[in-house]
């Protein structure tokens, strides 16, 4: 059972340490872009990779987050309900709503790796200024559904301990 935990625990600190890199990758394109709106207005050249860098890293950020907003419990509900319910109901319909994540994440998973291997191949690149290859842009769909399914594991292993035990299997530092 020890090591069922320990995976639980790297799965959630991966999953809430993802707002430090999101962060940061905000910052770096905050910058870049700032950067791209003085080249545009005050010296006339525009660089032509400023639209494609604002459009992939808004997909990255909305990917990449979905397994935090889980592990935080910041996914979306509806809580006039499912607050009114007792521990074990609020397991019971969170492992019914964990099987839908799952099957969900898996498609994620499974069809962006499709499309990755599909774009490697044939060598597909962006037709805007970056011309970065599409498989490096399409990899953060398997690797968000990864995340946020991981996380989704994670979540419905404690839910099935709480229906069996009355408690969690794993309970991180905020619970």
């Known amino acids: 059972m020890s090591i069922i935990i320990q995976m639980m625990k790297a799965i ?23 950067l791209d709106v003085v080249l545009r207005y005050f010296f006339s050249a525009p660089t032509v990779w400023a639209f494609d860098l604002s459009t992939w890293s808004t997909g990255v950020v909305a990917f990449l987050l979905g397994g935090y907003a889980l592990a935080k419990g910041h996914h ?12 074990r109901t609020k397991s019971i319909v969170d ?22 291997i599909h774009y490697f191949q044939i060598g597909a690149t962006s037709s805007g200024g970056m011309e970065m290859p599409l498989w490096v842009q399409w990899l953060i769909v398997p ?4 995340l946020i399914g991981l996380q989704g594991l994670v979540k419905l292993i404690n839910d099935i301990a709480m229906i ?12």
């Open 76 to 87: 979306v509900r509806v809580d006039i309900l499912f607050e009114r319910f007792s521990e």
């Open 164 to 175: 069996t035990r009355g408690k969690p299997l794993y309970v991180t530092e905020e619970e």
């Open 95 to 116: 492992v019914i709503g964990g099987m839908f994540l799952l099957l969900i994440a898996s498609t994620l998973v499974v069809v962006g790796f499709s499309y990755v």
């Open 143 to 146: 690797i968000g559904g990864l």
């Open 12 to 34: 959630t600190i991966v999953n809430k340490s993802m707002p430090w890199f999101i962060g940061s990758l905000i910052a770096v394109v905050s910058f870049l872009l700032a």
